[in-house]
């Protein structure tokens, strides 16, 4: 079964930091581009990072530039994204996603169940 | 930064009607415009891309149409399943990839 499984949410104090996870299982990852999206409570999707194949081609969100990092190790099978000097607007539930494996459709057509990102003192 | 405006927010609607959703771009995507499906406490999950295609494991009853910058899903026959959140995406200028604010549908 083609799974995402995302870990390493938690209540963090503004300022603080978090490493998220996401590990992958049921398909090749080392083929697949990922992504992250996040969602505050009760509000829409909000794409977040992308990672390239090999890791050479990395993007960010104008929101998180800076403070996040996204990185992969393709022999764990495993995305990540280091989050610093998180802040209230970072809440989030935190889903990783997969690309479809196309260079003309670049949806996200696999999603983990997220992990719960939480800023607070 | 291409903007996503869905209308209507919310959609009242009684099962076994046909329900038309609208998705529009600040500028032109072509077709590169998906649309996703989130139900409650559930991840969001690929309904339509490239504007028309559905993807697997969706009914016939779902269809989306447009190019440019005003596209449609549409639901011919609204089963129980069916309320949810829908939002659009486009992938045409990225990044970033940019999502509506979504339409959810709500039983009448």
């Known amino acids: 079964e083609v799974q995402l499984v995302e870990s390493g949410g938690g209540l963090v104090k503004p300022g603080g930091s978090l490493r998220l996870s996401c590990a992958a299982s049921?398909?090749?990852?080392?083929?697949?581009?990922m992504t992250w999206v996040r969602q505050a409570p009760g509000k829409g999707l909000e794409w977040v990072s992308y990672i390239g194949i090999s890791g050479s081609y990395i993007y960010y969100a104008d929101s998180v530039k800076g403070r996040f990092t996204i990185s992969r190790d393709n022999a764990k099978n495993s995305l990540y994204l280091e989050m610093n000097s998180l802040g209230a607007e970072d809440t989030a539930l935190y889903y990783c996603?997969?690309?479809?494996?196309?260079?003309?459709?670049?949806?996200?057509?696999?999603w983990g169940q997220g992990t719960m990102v939480t800023v607070s003192s | 930064e291409i903007v996503m405006t869905q209308s209507p927010a919310t959609l009242s609607v009684s099962p076994g009607e046909r329900v038309t959703l609208s998705c529009r771009a600040s500028?032109?995507?072509?077709?590169?415009l998906a649309w996703y499906q989130q139900k409650p406490g559930q991840p969001p999950r690929l309904l339509i891309y490239g504007a028309s295609t559905r993807a697997t494991g969706f009914p016939a009853r779902f269809s989306g149409s447009g190019s440019g910058t005003d596209f449609t899903l549409t639901i011919s026959s609204l089963q129980s399943e069916d309320f949810a959140v829908y939002y659009c995406?486009?992938?045409?200028?990225?990044?970033?990839?940019?999502f509506g604010r979504g339409t959810k549908l709500e039983i009448k």
């Open positions: 995406q486009q992938y045409n200028t990225w990044p970033p990839y940019t």
């Open positions: 049921g398909f090749t990852f080392s083929n697949y581009r």
């Open positions: 996603a997969r690309i479809y494996d196309s260079n003309v459709y670049e949806v996200f057509d696999i």
């Open positions: 500028q032109s995507v072509s077709s590169n």
